[in-house]
């Protein structure tokens, strides 16, 4: 049987495969060769990459990561914008890192968003202002009383005060002889009178005896008595 001959890794080969297994932990990447950092920062995410950007100091590292944030930019805002960057920079013959463009993306997001919702904050607080001066409209037109007359004296429609205050008198007067505790009290009154008017007519005129008859009430007169 021929038996195939397995390829040794080399010392960089290890080196590669061990960083990208931890390359949720790598930061500034310091001189680290661009030819190692193009096998190493492919496995980054989008949060892992901005991390090693911003980490490292001095070095431009946008000749192995420009391709990168292209398409993370691509993955996050489509193509259509992705192609409508290249044509306005060809148009204008500029050329940004797409690093650049992103974050400006980012920011024109984060800036029409603040807009979009001061503008809805603007059309509730137009709509809390107008429900609340129609309430105070509807509080201000008081029908007028029967007697025509103003909190002023005068004729004409108005808050009168004194039925204003003689309406909650009698509303609170009539929750108090709807309460319980006073409809108790009169059952008890009323059950109290019942008793009393049963057990009064039982009672027998003064007067008048059991066993007697009528006869007795009237008196005899005495006989004459002969001689």
Not at 73 to 91: A, C, H, N, P, W
Not at 189 to 205: F, W
Request: hydrophobic share 30%; glycine share 4%.
């Amino acid at each position: 049987m021929l038996r195939t001959k397995r390829k040794v890794p080399s010392l960089v080969d290890l080196c590669v495969s061990l960083a990208v297994e931890n390359v949720k932990y790598l930061g500034d990447v310091g001189e680290t060769d661009l030819h190692l950092l193009d096998r190493i920062l492919p496995h980054c995410t989008l949060d892992q990459l901005m991390h090693i950007e911003k980490s490292t100091v001095g070095r431009d590292l946008s000749s192995v990561t420009d391709k990168l944030w292209k398409t993370f930019y691509e993955k996050q805002f489509g193509e259509r914008s992705t192609d409508l960057v290249i044509q306005r920079m060809r148009q204008k013959k500029v050329s940004f890192r797409w690093l650049q463009l992103y974050e400006a993306k980012l920011k024109d997001i984060a800036e029409a968003e603040n807009k979009l919702a001061a503008r809805i904050r603007q059309l509730y607080k137009k709509e809390d202002d107008r429900k609340q001066s129609r309430q105070v409209r509807l509080c201000s037109k008081v029908p007028p009383s029967s007697n025509k007359r103003s909190f002023c004296g005068g004729s004409g429609p108005g808050y009168n005060l004194s039925n204003g205050k003689s309406n909650l008198m009698k509303k609170a007067k009539m929750d108090f002889l709807k309460s319980r505790e006073v409809q108790n009290i009169a059952a008890m009154k009323k059950n109290a009178l019942q008793r009393n008017s049963s057990s009064s007519s039982m009672m027998k005129q003064p007067g008048s005896f059991p066993g007697k008859s009528s006869a007795s009430s009237n008196p005899m007169k005495p006989r004459e008595r002969r001689f």
